[in-house]
Structures are given as structure tokens and as C-alpha cells.
């Protein structure tokens, strides 16, 4: 379990990292850090998010009771493979990824048998990056989710839920690897997919002064960071895809309703809409 | 051009006529009303929406200089059609309807050659209806459209911008009604469609307990007024089905990038939809 005497080291200071730095420094927690820039070592030294940094300093991975990857997907596989000859025994790894299946097989497979590797997401974040607009706040609305698999102890679980309750999420829930990439999928990838694609289709820039909330509210997520959200939608590209031929083929709906001038029909799918999206206020 | 002594006559009092009818009493106009039900009737009366109202009275239409048909759009046709006898000459007719092209046609064909009509649209509005939503506040960031045909004068067109002014919108423009037709069909229309779409896509409604603010953005309005609505696509379809074409084009890159593994291109779509997104903040 997390105690005072345990040394947290956060591997990515960005706005996850570092806002995880943020509230878990606020609560009294030891917290380091390895980033391979330097300003954010230094930025986060200087807001006290962190008690120690480093780009590069292998006597901070030998100390650290709990590590927590806040890096890329592959980066954070990577990072593992080669430092893992460093940990601790018995210590403990969660990270911070928006998918998990594909992550978690291959993380079991390269990593050292006497150190537990639990997966966990925060659902929290903001269009921005970097440890700058680093912001503890962020999670009090949020979910946490955790992803065990059959490798993984209860001690492991009970320790992400404290972590968790620390950092005053709002809701923590346990899921498979398979019900989260799923959720997902549709709630996070599929609705950037959208954003995307609107944005996308005209280049019409005239437009803006004619838009609406509507507009607004639908593209604000296709200001997109590429590097994170290609390698998101490729570790998740089945359940991504199917989500969107479900979607095309209801968005086809509207249209054939139209070109039939089917308007009854046409109205049951907004009466449907409309039932549904009630539920979710 | 609209003086104090000008009566004003709002057919319709839902959110919009409702909210019509506040702003030009708060700034000391006279304005009537025509309405259905009796209750909303009574309602503009007691919080000084309206001088005087009724839900049939001849006189009303007979005194009116300006008459603003906040109805449905066919609605708003067969009132015209059956109530244009009663108008006084030189009478000034708008509306407040989100699709022109088809409206206007139909308007200028069935109505007295000695009446004017000017099509307007307020880009303006909730998700909620009815006159005790009413408020004349969001008319402040919005932009108000008018949609003149060649049969309109100078004078027309001046007493919309008037009118624009007294209500305080942010934006008067002036557009052709294919130039707002097509517009409509892209920045309203489509992102109506999408989020409906998006909302059938799935019936799990376990799904609402991990929703994010994207997936909430998304869909705010997938809850959808089914009869307004359906007539506003059925009076500008083929922009709307042109429009849903494209969108499904751009999406159906996304998919074929996945299935093709091709990081690079994935990533430039990104990247453009980033670019894009900034121009409309």
C-alpha cells in the first residue's frame, strides 16, 4: 500500500505526469521524475511538483517504490525494456495509456517476474500538452479506470484505488483490457474520428464567422496531437474500425430516409436520439 | 424604416418569437402576437413580452407594419397563404426559418404582388422550447442572416438591418439563399446528423458513467426537436445529402489508413484538421 515513506517517480512530465507530480507533492507524497527535457525537470522543481529530476539518473529508478509511465504507448514500452534491469524488487508499475490490451500483452511479455506491471487510465485531460498547464483539478470530475488481468494481485489493485482516491478521482472502476478498448473505441476514438472528419471535409475557412456552438462544440477535439492519437488509434484499430462502419451505417440512415423522403423515418431517428442522449444527463 | 409608432406582429410565440417579442418591448417597441395556445398568449402578456395578443384576431393582422412569422417553415406558408387578405398594404413580412432556398420560392409564388417579404434567419437558440424559455439574450453572439432575392428592395433589406441592430445581434450578413442554404447544410445540418448519429450508433447506456466532455460535446445536441427538424432537412436535402457525402469521404480515409497501417497519412489528417480547427478560434 502507498504510504509516506514511499517514493513515487513519474516517467513523463507532461500534463498527465505532471499533473499527477502536482497533486500527489500537495498531498505530502515523494515524488521524482525522469523526463528527457530539462526545462520540464526544472519547471517542475521550481512549482514543487517534484523533489527530484532528472533526465538521466539511474539512482532514481533504484530508489522508486512506484513508477508511473506517463510516456507514449511505445515510448513507455521501450522505456521498460531497457530500465528494467534497474527497478527495485517487488516494485510496482502502472502507466497512464488510452488503450490497453495490445499494451498490457506485450509489456507481460518483456517484463522481469518479480515486479507487477497493473495498467490504469486516467479519463482526464485538455487540448494542450506539457507540464506547464500541468493541473491536479482535472481529475476531481474524472474516471479512473483500472484494466487487471489474471497475472494481476489484489495488493495491486487496492494499491491504484488509494492511488486514485490520493488524487481524488471521481469515479474508479475495474474493467477488462477487451471492455475498456471497446468503450473507448467508441467514446474517445470514434468521437476524434468525427471531429476529425468534419473538420476535414471543407476548406472553407469563410464559414467561421458563421458558426455556431453546434460547430464549435462538434471540432473542438480535432485539434489533435498526431504522434499520441495515431499511435492510440493503431493500438486499438479493430475495435476503432467497427465502431466506425456502425456509425457510417447510421449516418447512411439519415440519408436514405432523405433520398425515400421517408419523413417518418427520418423522425424515429431523431425520437431515438433523443431518448438516448437524456439518459447520459 | 421602424419608428416607435411601428406595430409590430409576431406569429409564433416559441423560443424564438418569444425571445423576439422580450427584446423589442424591453426596447420600448409595440409588439402583438398571434399564437396557437392560449397559454403562451397569456404568458408574453404577463411578463410584457406583448401589448396585445390573441390566439384569433382579424385586427391584430389588420394593424400590423411589420409581421414576423416565427412558425415552422410550411407552417409559416399556409398562414401566409390563408391570412395575406387581412394585411394591411405596403406591409413588411420576415421570418426566422434555417433553410431558404425552397421557403422563398414558395412564398414570393402565393403571395400579394403590393406585400413584401424578406427572408431572415437568427443563427440563435437552445435545446429547449417554448415562450418560458424565452430570452433576448441570445441574440447577442449570434449572427443574424437576411437572404434577399432580386424582388427585394434597398428598403427592405435596411429595415432587416434595423431590426438586427435594435436586437442586438454581433454579425449582420447579407447572403444569397443558396450561398446560406449551403452553408446551413454544412455547419448546422450535417453536425445535427452527426450527432444523432453518433447517439444511435450504440443503445448501452452503462456507457453515460465513463463519458468524458468530448463524447458530452458531441452529442448536447443529439436531443433533437423531430417535426422542426425533419422539415428543415427534408427543405434543403440535396445540400444536405451532398454534404453527408463528403463527410463520409473524409471519415472513410480515416478507416483506410488503419486497415492500410499507414501511419504517415494518418497523421497528416490530423495535422490538417488541427490547422483547420485554429483558424475557427
Redesign the interface.
Known amino acids: 500500500m502507498i504510504t509516506k515513506s514511499t517514493r513515487f517517480l513519474i516517467i513523463g512530465l507532461g500534463l498527465i505526469g505532471g499533473s499527477y507530480a502536482m497533486g500527489l507533492s500537495k498531498k505530502g507524497y515523494h515524488v521524482d521524475a525522469i523526463d528527457i527535457n530539462e526545462l520540464s525537470i526544472d519547471y517542475a522543481k521550481e512549482h514543487e511538483f517534484i523533489q527530484n529530476g532528472s533526465t538521466f539518473d539511474i539512482q532514481l529508478i533504484k530508489n522508486a517504490d512506484i513508477i508511473i509511465s506517463a510516456l507514449y504507448p511505445e515510448a513507455m514500452i521501450h522505456w521498460f525494456s531497457t530500465y528494467q534491469k534497474y527497478f527495485k524488487k517487488d516494485v510496482f508499475l502502472t502507466d497512464v495509456s488510452g488503450v490497453k490490451c495490445n499494451i498490457i500483452d506485450h509489456i507481460q511479455l518483456i517484463l522481469r517476474d518479480d515486479v507487477e506491471f497493473c495498467a490504469s487510465h486516467p479519463?482526464?485531460?485538455k487540448e494542450v500538452s506539457g507540464v506547464t498547464y500541468a493541473d491536479n483539478t482535472i481529475f476531481k470530475d474524472?474516471?479512473f479506470?483500472i484494466t487487471p488481468t489474471k497475472l494481476n494481485t489484489n495488493k495491486a489493485i487496492e494499491t491504484l484505488k488509494q492511488f486514485a482516491t490520493i488524487l481524488e478521482f471521481k469515479?474508479i472502476?475495474i474493467l477488462s483490457c477487451e471492455e475498456h478498448d471497446k468503450?473507448i473505441g467508441?467514446?474517445?476514438q470514434?468521437?476524434?474520428?468525427?471531429?476529425?472528419?468534419?473538420?476535414?471535409?471543407?476548406?472553407n475557412?469563410n464559414?467561421?464567422?458563421?458558426?455556431?456552438d453546434?460547430?464549435?462544440?462538434?471540432?473542438?477535439?480535432?485539434?489533435?496531437?498526431?504522434?499520441l492519437?495515431?499511435e492510440l488509434?493503431?493500438l486499438n484499430?479493430d475495435n476503432?474500425?467497427s465502431?466506425?462502419?456502425?456509425?457510417?451505417y447510421?449516418?447512411?440512415?439519415?440519408?436514405t430516409m432523405?433520398?425515400t423522403?421517408n419523413?417518418d423515418g427520418?423522425?424515429e431517428?431523431?425520437?431515438?436520439?433523443?431518448i438516448?442522449?437524456?439518459?447520459?444527463d
Request: aromatic fraction near 10%; charged fraction near 25%.
Open positions: 479519463m482526464a485531460g474524472a474516471n479506470i469515479n472502476s468503450m467508441f467514446l474517445s470514434l468521437t476524434h474520428a468525427i471531429a476529425v472528419s468534419l473538420m476535414n471535409t471543407t476548406d475557412h464559414l467561421a464567422k458563421y458558426t455556431g453546434s460547430f464549435r462544440d462538434l471540432t473542438r477535439i480535432a485539434k489533435i496531437n498526431e504522434n492519437w495515431s488509434f493503431f484499430k476503432l474500425i465502431e466506425i462502419d456502425a456509425f457510417i447510421q449516418i447512411k440512415k439519415i440519408k432523405l433520398e423522403n419523413e427520418l423522425k431517428l431523431f425520437i431515438q436520439s433523443t438516448r442522449r437524456k439518459r447520459f
